[in-house]
């Protein structure tokens, strides 16, 4: 204090040592966050992304039988126009009428088609060079179906046999995710469960195959591929939404298809590109009913999405569709990528605040 003594008091090294060191870590713990391949897959200032969508699978995506030919995308697109993403949609393939939207009807998805045929197939097309940024997924209920149909007798006695073959198409979608890995390291990759199937010989397959899902997708992010999501679908159709064939949803099942796939797109973007989080989060607490970014579209009721993402709490998804006890772990995944992007913020403001002190002892 006194103007005799202008050297700082001798507590203020040792203090000012601490501060940069701990302004060090914040920096390198901030610098490890960031260098994730998650920001190269948002826009420059990772607020608004710019998504290039290609739609894969087989007659499910294609809208096989629904009144439109169009299936779940015009349900779709139609969210999409009305959220704050920009979103178009590409493929070598198209079917169907968008209307209401003004999407394009393009898409990669071959009716029929076996997850051995697909890979073939879309290799062959040149959908892999159309630079699509997210690849939503829908493949594997022909694994199921062309089991062969034995009669219901037989079938209940070897339900054990049909989950098996479920088990073996998935382990056949893990050469298949490594595939797109290999055409498109940066693109998002959305994996749906396979919905219900109201034939009992190709849903205990399907159960087989759902069950096996969340792990394959857990696996491929492990081994390096990140952007791999999984996303329910077995529930979101029920028997009464699915059409004489036992496969094809009504229209009605293929709108709740749509949603669900709008909810998946959403909250990956916003687990995505963080800095897009932030906003929305302070918009809900001024105007919740007319801020939330689906605009006026209803969404399904009882449908998780419908409520303002709070990510902190993602890990406590209710387990919903049957026979899939590791999907919460999915999910948990999911949480901690983004409670990485919350550190990161966290480390940012305390290296502010860290500074901040530096300068004022040093004063
Ligand atoms: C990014 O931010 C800059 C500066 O605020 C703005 O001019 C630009 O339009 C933004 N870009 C996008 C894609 O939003
Ligand atoms: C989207 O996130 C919410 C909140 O974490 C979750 O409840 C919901 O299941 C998610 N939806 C999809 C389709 O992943
Ligand atoms: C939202 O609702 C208003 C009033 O009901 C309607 O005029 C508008 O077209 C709707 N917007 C969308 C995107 O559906
Ligand atoms: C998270 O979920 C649990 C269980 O549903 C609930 O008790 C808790 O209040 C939630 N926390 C937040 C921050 O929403």
């Given at each position: 204090?006194s103007?005799?003594?202008?050297?700082?008091?001798?507590?203020?090294?040792?203090?000012f040592?601490?501060f940069?060191?701990?302004?060090l870590?914040?920096g390198?713990?901030a610098?490890?966050t960031?260098?994730?391949?998650?920001?190269?897959?948002?826009?420059?200032?990772?607020?608004?992304?710019?998504?290039?969508?290609?739609?894969?699978?087989a007659s499910?995506?294609?809208?096989?039988?629904?009144?439109?030919?169009a299936?779940?995308r015009?349900?779709?697109?139609?969210?999409l126009?009305?959220s704050?993403?920009?979103a178009?949609?590409?493929g070598?393939?198209?079917?169907?009428?968008?209307?209401?939207?003004?999407?394009?009807?393009?898409?990669?998805a071959?009716e029929?088609?076996?997850i051995e045929?697909?890979?073939?197939?879309?290799?062959a097309?040149?959908?892999y060079?159309?630079?699509?940024?997210?690849?939503?997924i829908?493949?594997?209920?022909?694994?199921?179906?062309?089991l062969?149909?034995t009669?219901?007798?037989?079938t209940a006695?070897?339900p054990?046999?049909r989950?098996?073959?479920?088990?073996?198409?998935?382990k056949?979608?893990t050469?298949?995710?490594?595939?797109?890995y290999?055409?498109?390291?940066?693109a998002?990759?959305?994996?749906?469960?396979?919905?219900k199937?109201?034939?009992?010989?190709?849903d205990r397959?399907i159960q087989?195959?759902?069950?096996?899902l969340p792990?394959?997708?857990e696996?491929?992010v492990?081994e390096?591929?990140?952007?791999v999501?999984?996303?329910?679908?077995?529930?979101?159709v029920?028997?009464?939404?699915?059409?004489?064939d036992?496969?094809?949803p009504?229209?009605?099942?293929?709108?709740?298809?749509?949603e669900?796939?709008?909810?998946a797109?959403?909250n990956?973007t916003?687990?995505?590109?963080?800095e897009?989080?932030?906003?929305?989060?302070?918009q809900?607490q001024d105007?919740?009913?007319?801020?939330?970014?689906?605009?006026?579209a209803t969404?399904a009721?009882?449908s998780?999405?419908s409520?303002?993402s709070?990510?902190?709490?993602s890990?406590?998804?209710?387990p919903?569709?049957?026979?899939?006890?590791?999907?919460a772990?999915?999910?948990?995944?999911?949480?901690?990528v983004?409670?990485?992007?919350?550190?990161?913020m966290?480390?940012?403001?305390?290296a502010?605040?860290l500074?901040?002190?530096?300068?004022?002892?040093?004063?």
């Amino acid at each position: 204090m006194s103007p005799n003594n202008p050297s700082p008091p001798p507590w203020s090294l040792p203090l000012f040592m601490l501060f940069s060191i701990l302004l060090l870590l914040a920096g390198q713990s901030a610098a490890q966050t960031s260098s994730s391949s998650a920001s190269s897959w948002c826009d420059p200032n990772g607020t608004t992304p710019d998504l290039t969508i290609l739609a894969m699978g087989a007659s499910i995506v294609y809208g096989h039988s629904s009144t439109s030919e169009a299936g779940f995308r015009p349900r779709l697109a139609q969210l999409l126009e009305t959220s704050d993403m920009t979103a178009s949609m590409v493929g070598t393939q198209w079917s169907g009428n968008m209307l209401p939207s003004t999407y394009s009807n393009h898409h990669e998805a071959y009716e029929g088609a076996t997850i051995e045929e697909y890979t073939a197939k879309i290799a062959a097309s040149g959908a892999y060079d159309m630079n699509a940024n997210v690849l939503m997924i829908l493949l594997g209920t022909n694994d199921c179906w062309w089991l062969p149909n034995t009669d219901p007798e037989i079938t209940a006695v070897e339900p054990d046999e049909r989950k098996a073959a479920g088990l073996a198409a998935a382990k056949r979608f893990t050469t298949f995710l490594a595939e797109i890995y290999s055409h498109a390291p940066d693109a998002l990759v959305l994996v749906a469960e396979l919905p219900k199937n109201s034939q009992e010989h190709a849903d205990r397959c399907i159960q087989g195959f759902d069950a096996a899902l969340p792990v394959v997708v857990e696996k491929a992010v492990e081994e390096g591929q990140s952007l791999v999501r999984f996303v329910r679908m077995y529930d979101v159709v029920s028997y009464e939404e699915i059409q004489v064939d036992g496969t094809h949803p009504t229209d009605r099942g293929y709108d709740l298809m749509g949603e669900r796939w709008f909810e998946a797109i959403r909250n990956a973007t916003e687990e995505l590109c963080p800095e897009r989080e932030e906003p929305e989060d302070s918009q809900d607490q001024d105007q919740e009913p007319s801020s939330t970014s689906v605009g006026n579209a209803t969404l399904a009721p009882g449908s998780a999405g419908s409520v303002p993402s709070t990510s902190s709490n993602s890990s406590s998804v209710l387990p919903q569709s049957g026979g899939n006890e590791q999907a919460a772990s999915a999910d948990v995944e999911v949480g901690k990528v983004s409670s990485a992007a919350r550190a990161q913020m966290n480390a940012r403001w305390s290296a502010w605040l860290l500074m901040i002190c530096v300068l004022l002892v040093a004063a």
